[in-house]
Structure formats: structure tokens, C-alpha cells
């Protein structure tokens, strides 16, 4: 009886290996990027709704288009319990983070500064910690002298809760809100010093 031809095992092969160069590509997005976001691909366009600062793009809200008050429903590691009401009245920063993210750790030292200029003003900074345990975020707080709590949310309820605004694997990425606790900016990527404390204090100038 005469033998099967043997099935050449090259197209499986090539399967394979162009199924693995594209998990290579996908992983660096998901890892403090937010390359597919169409706001992003908005910012890049140029077409003056917004801009390229530093690393990442930047959203602004017209006050006449600004959503809904944020549903912030969080608990800091030390306890204390954020919601709307910390929210309304004040200009808030959420910056959304975790210790082992490099944009992160750049960005630490500006926004421990920008936290810091700005508490006169009564403007509130908040960190959502997506990954840590509180040992992990508590070291990463000292290393960088930041002055703000931060909640964590491993489990990913907060970041669930506003996915309209960021997305699930674009870490780091600030939240700038308004006195009503709406998003008024959004900043993907490494916020740029400059660039945030601008869109603070034009928050901070907004009639009360």
C-alpha cells in the first residue's frame, strides 16, 4: 500500500507565528498606552478640538458639552470614602495609575508639585490605584512624596464606571474635573506639567 505524502507543517507554522507577532504588537498597547482610542486618533488629526502634549493627547470639554457629574464611588487605603459629594464644590484631579508603569513614575513628581501649588485654591487630587496592593502603592507614595490618597481598584469597578472617558488599558490617564464633578479635560498618557496646570487653573478661573 503506498504512504500518505507527508503534510507539510509550514502554513500551521506561519499561523502560529503571525498569531504570536500580533499578540507582540497588542501587548505594548495595552501596557500605558491608548494608541486605538478614537479621541486619541482625534487629537492627532489636528483638527483644533485638541492636542499632542507630551506623550499623550489631550481632551477639552466645552462647559456647554460636559456630561453628566461623575459616579465616583471609592474608598482611599486609609479609608476614607470618595464620592460625589467630595467631589462637588472643588476642582478635581483623578489620576489614574500604578507603581510599576514607567509613564507613571514620571509623571509622579509633577503631579505631587501640581497637587501641592494648587491646594490653596481648594483643588483636590485623588490617584485610582488599577493594579497595586497598598504595600506596592504606599512605597511607591513615599519614593515620589505624593501628598494625595489614592483608592484602589483592582477589581476595576471605578474604571468600569467611567469608560466613556478612560480607557481600560490606558494607564496613565488624568481626569480634570469641573465644580459640578463633571470631566472637563482628560490627558492620556503622561500628563505634561504645563499642560495640566493650565487646564487647572482655567478650571479654577471658572465662576464658581
Known sequence: MPSRPA???L???RRVLRAAALFAAIIP??????EEDPLA???????GKNYIAGDGSVQEYAAASRGEPLDLQGTTYDGENVGPE??????TVL??????????????PHLAKLSKAFESKGVRFYGVNVRDGQETAAAFERT????????????GSILLSMTDYVPP?????TLVLDRQGRVAARLLGEADESTLKALISDLVSEPA
Open 7 to 9: 503534510v507539510s507543517p
Open 29 to 34: 498597547l495595552a501596557a500605558c498606552s491608548a
Open 144 to 155: 515620589f512624596d505624593i501628598p494625595y490618597p489614592s483608592m484602589p481598584d483592582a477589581d
Open 11 to 13: 502554513p500551521e507554522r
Open 41 to 47: 486618533k482625534q487629537a492627532r488629526a489636528g483638527n
Open 95 to 108: 489620576n489614574f495609575w500604578y507603581a510599576a508603569c514607567a509613564p507613571c513614575r514620571l509623571e509622579a
Open 86 to 91: 467630595q467631589l462637588t464644590g472643588h476642582v
Open 169 to 173: 488599558q490606558a494607564v496613565p490617564t
